[in-house]
């Protein structure tokens, strides 16, 4: 009787509540035993095959303490990479979204790129979606472009303060819509570690590590 056999019979009479889907080395060990006690007397399991069973369960304990020292690694790495981000608190970014902070008599600003020369425009509306107001920003050249919003609706009146969104809208001089890509600019002032990857956060802002286009020190007064 082979290991094939006393592991088809293992699987077949266990008891546990879940099917094992992966022997691991316990198990492996457990069927060589198993196959000793249950060779046949007349037909002996051989040096030749008993020796290179053996050397499977060497193999096999060996990639299993491979495995395990990998995973240790690369925990490892993931806290140090995590401990790495609260070192971007202070630093200025620039990250994709659309998102605006509105603060205590402070004006918020946001940025767009173009791939050509456009009219553009924006619209501001809080974070329920509800109109603020929108704001000519003229013909702009391709490239990189800020804008800012000094916080009043329409009327001049001071909006409460909190995320707002914002939305660019470019138009070609042939008429045609442009493809606009947006950006949060500001102040990292706060990380957050739980979770599997990093939040940064520019006031209540969070951002995730896959939207950041660029950190930078800020610049000096």
């Known amino acids: 009787m082979d290991i094939t056999t006393i592991g088809s019979s293992y699987?077949?009479?266990?008891?546990?509540?879940?099917?094992k889907k992966e022997l691991g080395r316990e198990d492996f060990l457990t069927l060589l035993v198993a196959q000793l006690k249950h060779q046949d007397p007349l037909n002996p399991l051989e040096s030749t095959e008993f020796t290179s069973q053996l050397a499977q369960y060497s193999s096999l304990e060996q990639l299993f303490n491979a495995n395990e020292n990998l995973e240790l690694i690369s925990s490892g790495q993931e806290e140090a990479s995590k401990l790495q981000v609260l070192g971007f608190i202070g630093k200025e970014v620039v990250a994709?979204?659309?998102?605006?902070?509105?603060e205590q008599d402070e004006t918020s600003m946001g940025s767009f790129t173009l791939d050509e020369v456009a009219d553009c425009?924006?619209?501001i509306t809080d974070a329920n979606g509800n109109y603020v107001r929108e704001m000519s920003l003229g013909y702009l050249e391709p490239g990189s472009h800020d804008f800012e919003w000094?916080?009043?609706d329409d009327s001049g009146n001071i909006q409460e303060t909190g995320i707002y969104r914002f939305e660019v809208t470019a138009l070609t001089e042939d008429g045609e819509t442009l493809?606009?890509?947006?950006l949060i600019t500001g102040k990292i002032t706060g990380v957050d570690l739980e979770g599997d990857s990093p939040i940064l956060y520019v006031g209540?802002?969070?951002i995730s590590l896959s939207q950041v286009v660029d950190i930078s020190f800020p610049e000096s007064d």
């Open 11 to 19: 699987q077949e009479t266990s008891t546990s509540d879940t099917i």
């Open 96 to 102: 994709e979204g659309a998102n605006l902070l509105l």
């Open 121 to 123: 425009n924006v619209l």
């Open 150 to 152: 000094d916080g009043r």
């Open 179 to 182: 493809s606009v890509k947006q």
């Open 204 to 206: 209540g802002i969070p």
